[in-house]
């Protein structure tokens, strides 16, 4: 499947600036130049503990921050560069829902009208944008003769979250990045969510970007997964393989953080430990040395590149992947 939407490179460094003259003293180094594509049709789920970068990609792909290098092309067009894709239209067919639904909406105005704002905002009448957002209140499982004049106070979560989808759809997307979308929402809610989600995607073409800290919620959706660390990707492959067999230490770790569905299967890893070290200073090397369990004298003299070990489909960033077996071996040449 063609790519929808392309980065090479995309970098953000935080600046902290200290001291009486507010000088930069440090730089946070929240995306550390990162490349990746997201193909049509399909749900990439992107993964890692907070503090990993998840949520500041979205936040550069959208623009709402800007990056300090990188080129992101969608659908074949440079993103705001000359003869490309302005980053308004961009944003227009990137659309965004994220956790905190409560505050995304105006808490003054009527739900449908929230809906209909984007709309109206680029010249669709105000009937109109309000018959659509009736419409579009259907689409996402809410009567609009109940649900349409409600205030977002007078909603459960998971009616707020249908709310963001809904108007997320108004602006006629084809592509949305949901960060956290559902982690805030009770399992059995979440569930009803994240199914809404599968079918509106179906029925629309769309194409996701699902971030969130849960493994078992990003396994169930993505077609593909990515693996975040301090800033950079260290795994990325089908969602099936890198669960099955994952590549990288630190994927295997996460994995196996997660609560045991069967208390008697037997870990072949530890849990990762500890928290991430400080992005400000990241370890040199491979970032993940400083946990790893099978770290070596090279893990922190080199940064290992992502590399496909047989698979070009499924790469990982270590020193000592070895596809064939799953386990870590040190390969030689
Ligand atoms: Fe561990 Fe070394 Fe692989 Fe990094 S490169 S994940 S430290 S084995
Ligand atoms: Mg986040």
Redesign the pocket.
């Known amino acids: 499947r063609q790519p929808l939407l392309t980065v090479q490179g995309l970098k953000k460094h935080f600046p902290i600036r200290g001291g009486i003259f507010g000088r930069v003293s440090a730089r946070v180094r929240a995306v550390d130049g990162i490349s990746f594509a997201v193909r049509k049709g399909e749900t990439l789920g992107i993964v890692g503990e907070s503090g990993c970068g998840k949520s500041t990609v979205a936040r550069l792909l959208m623009r709402l921050i800007m990056p300090d290098a990188g080129e992101q092309i969608f659908d074949g067009d440079a993103v705001g560069e000359r003869g490309g894709i302005s980053v308004a239209e961009m944003r227009r067919q990137v659309q965004m829902v994220f956790q905190d639904s409560a505050s995304s909406l105006n808490p003054r105005m009527p739900v449908q009208n929230s809906i209909a704002f984007g709309p109206i905002a680029l010249g669709t009448r105000q009937a109109e944008a309000i018959g659509m957002a009736r419409e579009l209140l259907v689409k996402v499982g809410l009567n609009p003769a109940l649900f349409g004049g409600r205030y977002p106070h007078e909603l459960s979560g998971g009616q707020k979250q249908r709310i963001n989808i809904a108007r997320a759809l108004a602006m006629k997307p084809r592509m949305i990045i949901l960060d956290e979308a559902v982690s805030a929402l009770d399992k059995s809610v979440e569930a009803q969510v994240l199914n809404l989600l599968q079918a509106l995607k179906r029925d629309l073409n769309l194409t996701y970007i699902f971030i969130s800290h849960d493994l078992g919620v990003v396994r169930w959706i993505s077609d593909r997964v990515m693996v975040m660390y301090l800033g950079e990707v260290v795994e990325i492959g089908p969602a099936d393989a890198l669960y099955a067999s994952p590549r990288?230490?630190?994927t295997r770790a996460l994995l196996a953080s997660r609560p045991a569905l069967d208390p008697d299967q037997r870990r072949e890893e530890a849990p990762v430990s500890g928290d991430p070290p400080n992005p400000i200073n990241p370890p040199a090397g491979?970032r993940?040395?400083t946990r790893?369990p099978?770290?070596?004298a090279?893990?922190s003299a080199r940064a290992?590149m992502l590399s496909a070990g047989g698979d070009d489909a499924h790469l990982a960033?270590?020193?000592?992947?070895d596809p064939s077996s799953g386990h870590?071996q040190a390969l030689r040449h």
């Open positions: 990288h230490p630190y491979c993940f040395h790893c099978h770290a070596e090279v893990c290992p960033a270590c020193h000592m992947q870590s």
